[in-house]
T-cell receptor, first 116, second 115 residues
Framework: DQQVKQNSPSLSVQEGRISILNCDYTNSMFDYFLWYKKYPAEGPTFLISISSIKDKNEDGRFTVFLNKSAKHLSLHIVPSQPGDSAVYFCAASSAYSGAGSYQLTFGKGTKLSVIP | GAGVSQSPRYKVAKRGQDVALRCDPISGHVSLFWYQQALGQGPEFLTYFQNEAQLDKSGLPSDRFFAERPEGSVSTLKIQRTQQEDSAVYLC?????????????FGDGTRLSIL
């Protein structure tokens, strides 16, 4: 049973427009959420995170929104650039509950293509 | 180096052989994690170290998998009597403190192929 779901395997966006990547989770114990970006043959690179006490976190062109009641988060990239083309992974952990070892649970990823 | 370093980058082994994968975390990072990533999937947790102590090994798929971090820095993941289903990318990650709200920083992984 997947606890973190990214239902869109791929997304294409024109350069300069907004990219919106979505993620849903089922485990109510998750309270810390992260987005990672991955290029082929490289490891995931940390982008941005949010804790469950917030509903929004912004870092430059990247904004993460968290809707706890819907168990849904999204990553907005604006404006999108061709260098943003990569696979984006949503991840979650039980950071504050004291249960477990802070392991991350990942979704399957969404491949973003930004078209020049 | 500044990032997490893993070696080898690629490893090919025959079924039944033992393999050892190395991870050199970011200097000073307390927490170290191993993940397994199958093709088309997200990384899946294997095991967690806080300094030299292995606090969680609940993700190790069988007793053929063994990990250690004897001096609290470099870690080795060993797989004995490899099987074809062990073929995957093995990722190592580290974080600065033993706290949950810390991003984990990943190496580029070791791609293991079992023939």
């Amino acid at each position: 049973d997947q606890q973190v779901k990214q239902n869109s395997p791929s997304l294409s966006v024109q350069e300069g427009r907004i990219s919106i990547l979505n993620c849903d989770y089922t485990n109510s114990m998750f309270d810390y959420f992260l987005w990672y970006k991955k290029y082929p043959a490289e490891g995931p690179t940390f982008l941005i995170s949010i804790s469950s006490i917030k509903d929004k976190n912004e870092d430059g062109r990247f904004t993460v929104f968290l809707n706890k009641s819907a168990k849904h988060l999204s990553l907005h990239i604006v404006p999108s650039q061709p260098g943003d083309s990569a696979v984006y992974f949503c991840a979650a952990s039980s950071a504050y509950s004291g249960a477990g070892s802070y392991q991350l649970t990942f979704g399957k990823g969404t491949k973003l293509s930004v078209i020049p | 180096g500044a990032g997490v370093s893993q070696s080898p980058r690629y490893k090919v082994a025959k079924r039944g052989q033992d393999v050892a994968l190395r991870c050199d975390p970011i200097s000073g990072h307390v927490s170290l994690f191993w993940y397994q990533q199958a093709l088309g999937q997200g990384p899946e947790f294997l095991t967690y170290f806080q300094n030299e102590a292995q606090l969680d090994k609940s993700g190790l798929p069988s007793d053929r998998f063994f990990a250690e971090r004897p001096e609290g820095s470099v870690s080795t993941l060993k797989i004995q009597r490899t099987q074809q289903e062990d073929s995957a990318v093995y990722l190592c990650a580290s974080s600065l403190e033993a706290m949950g709200n810390q991003p984990q920083h990943f190496g580029d992984g070791t791609r293991l192929s079992i023939l």
